[in-house]
């Protein structure tokens, strides 16, 4: 096979997958919404939602749960094989049993429902054939109506399993609305790396104040925001007027771009183009070549927030201000990966 021919079976897997999702995407309606309300009462109760699955189903699962565990919705994976050794004893008659086979025959997965029936759960059945076995034998049958696997002997579970867990993600991320589940809680139970340092650290801990911190008023010429700079050891000097407020920011990529500019006038004034002639130099006041009113951040916003600003606006250098617009520090971008946020 050539590398074009893999390639382009390559994307027919996508394509397939693709239209595999949009199918299951225009299928929502009723039954998402009961599984929804499910799961909330279910939660309200003091319950949890129980996944099963057996073999990449089981995979499945356990991503599934492990999306609602982080995002609010209490969960756990249930082994259908091992739930009939015992396992059962990990539910309660509050839960709510979401029990995934394409096919709605897997044996171990529909040999569960009467068992778990008797310990008082509700049933989903996360199907893609909603006359099955296991749907006859649910309370709410949440169809997987994807279409044919990508496997070319239509058996490799490819395309229902990529759907499954889209309708997993679907299910959590709703479930964050109707739970008011917010940031704060989030963070709660994502306490390491990078993503949970991000959460709960504020921008106020992660700032630069004090002798790291280069703040000079507006008149202050461009020479003495320079060593303002080289003694905080930064890459910017914060401009700030007399009541405190934030005036602009000067960086030393302005300054870069200043000098380049300067030397192309003055090789226009050294042709005889008068026109060339800037009044930059390192006496001119940096207020005349900061850049006024730049954007800034509140020293209350999260971490995360902060990360957010850096990546859409391209920027190494970030005012802090309070609420009343006073300026605090500043955040460079370099401090970051130090701090293990980024």
Known sequence: MTAERQIARAKEVFDIEIEGLRRVRASLGESFAKTIALLQGALARGGKAVVSGVGKNLHVAEKMSAIFASTGVNSIVLNPVQAMH????????????????????????????????????????????????????????????????ACPFGMAPTNSTTATMAMGDALAMVMIDVQAFDRERYALNHPAGAIGRAL???????????????????????????????????????????DGTLAGIFTDG????????????????????????????????????????????RDDAYAVDLLKVFERKRIDDLPVCDAAGRVLGVVDIQDLPKMKVL
């Open 254 to 297: 302005d300054f870069r771009r200043r000098i380049a500019a300067e030397a192309g006038a003055a090789a226009l004034v050294a042709a005889g183009n008068p026109d060339g002639r800037t009044a930059f130099g390192l006496s001119t006041p940096v207020s005349e070549v900061m850049t006024a009113k730049p954007l800034f951040i």
């Open 200 to 242: 709960v650290l504020k921008v106020s801990d992660v700032m630069r104040t004090g002798e790291h911190f280069a703040k000079v008023p507006p008149e202050t010429t461009v020479l003495d925001t320079l060593l303002a700079m080289t003694k905080a050891q930064g890459g910017s000097a914060v401009v700030v007027n007399a």
């Open 86 to 149: 015992g396992d059962l004893g990990m539910t309660g008659a509050d839960d709510v049993l979401l029990a995934l086979s394409f096919s709605g025959e897997s044996e171990e997965v529909v040999r569960l429902i009467p068992a778990v029936r008797r310990h008082g759960l509700k049933v989903v059945a996360v199907v893609g054939n909603p006359e099955s076995t296991l749907a006859k034998l649910a309370d709410v049958v949440l169809e997987i109506p994807c279409g044919p696997e």
